[in-house]
């Protein structure tokens, strides 16, 4: 099914930022390729959707976190489909909030293989090419926690803020090389029902009504600046990006927020 577009592949494909960069991407002239753990049936609704609206798309299940996974993705978009001009890294690395002690060390590495891991192994299995070809961008989806780390929060925490470095460090070695590098630090509270919706399960509802129309961030928005970022002219590269919604306090000044935080006070809190 070789392309004669480029190709977006979206590591993390959700109904939410992942699934509207992808539509996003394709409505520009891309060729989407959505990629996700589960959910096949979600995964072929979203190529529909983008392929009704007259764009090109394609999707496959992954395991980011299994061996060779992400590296044999790319070797066959490469070989199949067509040279990747951009890519979304946008899995989370959120295993809910934790005490320490409820913390195991199992579960430490997964956030951090999800978290941190997997931008390097796609950095490394895609730059070679796109240093080849002179040009190419990695876009990495961040939140809050790569700025601050909060209580219950230490996995997720230390693979943001490792995620945040690490996109730093290959900015360093690649964007002299044509390969441009963008941490899109989301802060705020996404309308995403594939993530902070399951989240809060049955308060979901309830907290985006709290939240009021224009109190979340929006993903179809969201994929704007993403879109922006990709464009970008290399004089004037963007290489780390802040959002959230007009209304909330941005992380340097802000308190946890008191519905999701970890102190028991809130949706996602431990049960008291």
């Known amino acids: 099914m070789a392309q004669d577009k480029p190709v977006f592949l979206v590591i993390g494909a959700g109904a939410g930022i992942g699934g509207h960069a992808a539509a996003r991407f394709a409505a520009g002239g891309y060729h989407a390729v959505l990629a996700r753990r589960s959910d096949q049936d979600g995964l072929e609704r979203l190529v529909r959707q983008i392929e009704d609206a007259g764009g090109s798309a394609s999707g496959t299940l992954l395991d980011a976190a299994a061996d060779r996974s992400m590296e044999e993705l790319v070797e066959r978009i490469e070989r199949d489909i067509g040279p990747i001009g951009c890519a979304l890294y946008n899995l989370g690395a959120q295993i809910g909030n934790r005490a320490l002690e409820n913390t195991p060390h199992k579960t430490f590495e997964l956030g951090w293989r999800l978290g941190c891991f997997g931008v390097f192994r796609l950095a490394y299995a895609m730059f070679p090419a796109m240093v080849e070809r002179g040009k190419g961008t990695l876009l990495v989806t961040s ?109 340097w000044n802000d308190n946890p927020n ?15």
């Open 143 to 251: 939140a809050t926690a790569a700025m601050r780390g909060n209580a219950g929060q230490h996995s997720h925490a230390a693979a943001m803020g490792g995620r945040r470095m690490l996109c730093q460090t290959l900015n360093a070695e690649f964007a002299p090389k044509g390969v441009h590098v963008a941490h899109v630090v989301v802060d705020g509270s996404v309308n995403a029902p594939d993530t902070l919706g399951k989240l809060l399960g049955d308060k979901w509802e309830d907290y985006k009504a709290m939240k009021g129309p224009d109190g979340m961030i929006d993903p179809a928005a969201l994929a704007e600046t993403y879109w922006h970022l990709a464009q970008q002219p290399r004089n004037c590269w963007s290489h780390e990006v802040d959002v959230r919604p007009h209304d909330d306090v941005p992380w």
């Open 258 to 272: 008191p519905q999701i935080d970890s102190t028991g006070k809130g949706f996602a809190g431990p049960k008291t």
